[in-house]
């Protein structure tokens, strides 16, 4: 057999028997690292091109591979492209067709260069592209969380702590919380993608290699910031896979916090929100059920994501230089956290857009748990009281309304007297949720005028 249809004829000479089926299909990556194949097309045609700039293979091979490549995009884009499990994995897949199309051009492609360079490229460029991705749909999230924290930035919503009742926040607020930590998430993204990018191919298998090659070339053609300076690094470390895992892990985190509000306020027992039918289910014994299954999936799926960070983190533990077989593991857990990752950033984006909030349903549940005692102290303070002797004066306070079963806010003047004469009319502005949320207006605080001046801080820089 002249042309390579398994992949043993690769290496054959030295082989007295086949591959049993059970190793091959327990070896074979085929049929999942085939994603890779654009990445990896990318990568052979910029080698393709500084291996003839260097005069190592001609001007017609080039052409010859450009040729044979474009059939094959064209092959695998149509779903005409037959993958053999034989060939073991993607990057014998390609090859092996490409000499089945152009004959000796495509044998010489593999000059300079071992699949251990190849795959590390491939994936690298790969995850590149999915960063971008995953960094659009971070932004696209921000944007639907400024959109409901504008049009709610007046709505009181009880504030938490231990999940107890503590003091009201404006629910826009509330909202720019998670814009915070996806702005982040963002950052991080950008800041992993840094070191994503950067270039393995000429490191070969492990030790670079005997031919003139122009690694900074590759890397400029494949826009890559840089060039992995070690060959028994370069196609060794999967650190860039396990940091973007770290970063994925993050995103989830940050998505389960805000699926577990969104579950909680759905409940009878708070009220406060209500999500679109099309996000929501019904049950199939209890007609009467709406269940919020998107954000409890989305909290599930975290620990998937975290999972896949600790396979891959597990997976580079002890493994000696230079390459190992073991990394042909990265590959699964990337891809799954990269689908899960967009799947949830985007019908996150979406149900955002879909939440109505119930601001009687939220305000009651702030007056139940006197989230205005800290305001009555404050109050105090300002009358002259030390900070601590208002926090006890408050406490009595509190304790009578709990014994006339209502607010600080409904309890007469003359009762709030008895617990301190320099208690006046005005106390009742402090009392007041609304007059609590706006008297907290410094930077980063809860009064509805700063969270517009945060709401157009975001709006540029998400525009940008
Ligand atoms: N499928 C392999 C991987 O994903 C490609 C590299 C194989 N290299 C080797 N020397 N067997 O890592």
């Known amino acids: 057999m002249s042309q390579l249809d398994h992949k043993s004829e690769a290496w054959s000479a030295l082989f007295s028997e086949p591959m049993s089926d059970l190793v091959k299909r327990y070896t074979a990556s085929v049929f999942f690292d085939k994603r890779l194949w654009q990445a990896d097309i990318t990568g052979s045609l910029a080698h393709a091109a500084m291996l003839a700039q260097q005069g190592v293979i001609s001007a017609t091979d080039l052409a010859d591979i450009r040729r044979g490549m474009e059939q094959i995009r064209g092959e695998i884009g149509s779903g005409g492209f037959e993958w053999k499990l034989d060939l073991e994995d993607v990057h014998l897949n390609i090859e092996a ?5 152009v004959g000796d051009a495509g044998k010489r492609l593999h000059t300079g260069r071992s699949r251990n360079d190849q795959v590390a490229t491939d994936v690298r460029l790969w995850l590149r592209a999915e960063i971008d991705l995953i960094a659009d749909l971070l932004v696209g999230l921000q944007k639907a969380l400024v959109a409901i924290a504008e049009k709610n930035a007046d709505v009181v919503l009880p504030g938490f702590t231990h999940l107890q009742v503590a ?8 909202m720019l919380a998670y814009v915070e ?9 950008l800041d992993v993608r840094r070191r994503v990018n950067r270039l393995p191919l000429g490191a070969a298998a492990l030790a670079g290699t005997t031919y003139p090659l122009d690694r900074e070339a590759v890397a400029r053609e494949l826009g890559m910031e840089g060039v992995c300076q070690n060959s028994l690094d370069a196609v060794s470390d999967r650190d860039f896979a396990i940091e973007f895992a770290a970063a ?6 940050h998505v389960s916090r805000f699926s577990e509000e969104l579950i909680l306020w759905m409940s009878q027992n708070f009220g406060f929100i209500r999500i679109a039918d099309r996000f929501t289910t019904g049950s199939s014994i209890m007609p009467q059920k709406k269940n919020p299954d998107v954000p409890e999936l989305a909290r599930g799926k975290t620990g998937r994501v975290v999972g896949h960070l600790m396979g891959l983190i597990t997976l580079m533990k002890g493994q000696p230089l230079a390459y190992n077989k073991d990394n042909q593991e990265d590959k699964e857990p990337l891809f799954d956290t990269v689908d ?24 009651q ?14 109050y105090l303070v300002k009358k002259g009281l030390p900070f601590r002797d208002a926090h ?34 005005d106390v009742y502005d402090a009392l007041s949720l609304r007059g609590s949320l706006n008297a907290r207006n410094t930077l980063g605080g809860t009064a509805p005028a700063q969270v517009r001046v945060q709401i157009e801080r975001h709006r540029t820089r998400l525009a940008a």
């Open 248 to 253: 994925a892990s993050l995103v989830m985190v």
């Open 181 to 189: 930590m996806f702005a982040r998430d963002h950052e991080r993204m």
């Open 365 to 378: 549940a702030a007056l139940k748990g006197y989230a205005t005692a800290t305001d009555l102290a404050d």
């Open 97 to 101: 067709r490409l000499t089945q199309l």
């Open 392 to 425: 006890e004066t408050v406490a009595h306070a509190v304790k009578a309304a709990i014994a006339h079963q209502c607010d600080l806010s409904e309890l007469p003047l003359a009762v709030l007297q008895q617990f301190h004469p320099a208690i006046d009319k």
């Open 167 to 174: 003091q009201p926040v404006s629910f826009g607020h509330h």
């Open 340 to 363: 899960t990752l967009k799947d949830t950033l985007r019908i996150f984006a979406e149900m955002i857009e879909g939440i109505t909030v119930q601001p009687q349903a939220m305000e």
